[in-house]
């Protein structure tokens, strides 16, 4: 049998690889892992106890808080408050950032973004959600309380970003910016193990993700690429299979691990796009690239864009790079027929 390798031993080894690292990055890491196992167990209860359904409040994008998101967003909350490491955090279920203020969070180093359960209305209905964080070094003094212009930072200055997926499994995915791992948990160990080391995204696949019943509400071009996508061209493997999970890390993942597209462009009730620049396209964008993938908003690289706020969102265009090119390239021939 081969040796198993623990999520908390992979940290641990790659931590050595850093001379100078004092182990503060390696303890967020352990933090979410933690987090997530407990996520897990609540996620993995859902249909046997009272946490299914709505909360009744409303979060600050105005959509229907779920239980179970505000169950992760305490989950997490709680592990890098009470960890040191991390000064501040900026939730897609919070208005406003959340600086720590304490004296030990305040001289932490570092700020999370996440988005403790995407893909939330799919609860109720039992298919996979996820978690998605993204870490970056503060940008403030430390010692003192963590500001917006922590939270407002490029892509491209992230740390570390990662997801969790609640699936058939339970898996969690990183990066430091050396390649992209993944971890199955072992529910009888209680353990995330090494089951995906060094993923590689292909080059190209035969699966396109987008809500097509947007199609008329959007740049015309993208109508184009969906109709590219069905035509018959077996040298490009095409028809393609169009999937759409409606749950961003699902849908990511296995294009991630498969090929493929997925697209959730700006349309007419969505005019800046649907999904959250800082807490959904930043962390994806970030692995992606590291496993050899493109995303952005269909002009721009996604990790070069400068938030200005919070919960800014923008177009998102992800996946295998010879299909986002694609993708691009039909946007920009209909755009100059159009003009
Ligand atoms: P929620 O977390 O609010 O359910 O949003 C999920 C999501 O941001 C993303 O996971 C999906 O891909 C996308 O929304 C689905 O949106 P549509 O239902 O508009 O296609």
Not at 18 to 25: K, S
Not at 63 to 72: F, G, T
């Amino acid at each position: 049998m081969s040796k198993i390798t623990t999520l908390s031993e992979f940290i641990m080894q790659r931590q050595q690889d850093f001379p100078f690292a004092t182990g503060e990055l390696t303890s967020i890491l352990n933090d979410i892992s933690i987090a997530s196992k407990i996520v897990n167990r609540d996620v993995n209860r859902a249909g046997l106890v009272d946490i299914l359904g709505a909360q009744g409040s409303e979060n600050v994008q105005g959509e229907q808080q779920q239980k179970l998101d505000v169950m992760a967003d305490n989950a997490f909350i709680r592990a890098f408050k009470s960890g040191g490491e991390v000064c501040g955090i900026g939730s897609e279920e919070h208005e406003d950032f959340i600086a720590f203020d304490n004296e030990i969070s305040k001289n932490g180093k570092y700020v999370v973004l996440f988005d403790p359960l995407d893909g939330s209305s799919n609860i109720d209905v039992n298919v996979s959600i996820g978690t998605i964080f993204s870490i970056y070094r503060r940008k403030s003094p430390t010692g003192t309380l963590a500001t917006l212009d922590d939270m407002l930072q490029k892509g491209s200055e992230q740390v570390a970003a990662g997801y969790v997926i609640f699936g058939s499994s339970t898996m969690l995915v990183y990066t430091t910016g050396r390649g992209v791992n993944g971890f199955t948990l072992d529910p009888s160990i209680g353990e995330f193990c090494l089951s995906h080391p060094d993923i590689k995204t292909p080059e190209t696949g035969r699966v396109y993700a987008l809500n097509e019943g947007n199609l008329n509400q959007c740049d015309p071009g993208l109508k184009d690429y969906a109709e590219y996508c069905r035509q018959d061209d077996p040298a490009t493997g095409r028809p393609y299979s169009g999937r759409y999970i409606g749950s961003l890390v699902a849908d990511f993942h296995r294009n991630l691990l498969k090929g493929g597209i997925y697209i959730y462009p700006t349309t007419d009730s969505h005019p800046t796009g649907r999904l959250r620049l800082l807490y959904e396209c930043n962390p994806l964008a970030f692995i992606v690239e590291q496993a050899g993938g493109i995303a952005t908003d269909g002009k721009n690289r996604i990790l070069d864009i400068q938030p200005k706020e919070l919960h800014q969102r923008c177009g998102y265009y992800v996946g295998s790079k010879q299909m986002v090119e694609k993708a691009m390239s039909l946007l920009k021939e209909t755009e100059k027929i159009q003009a």
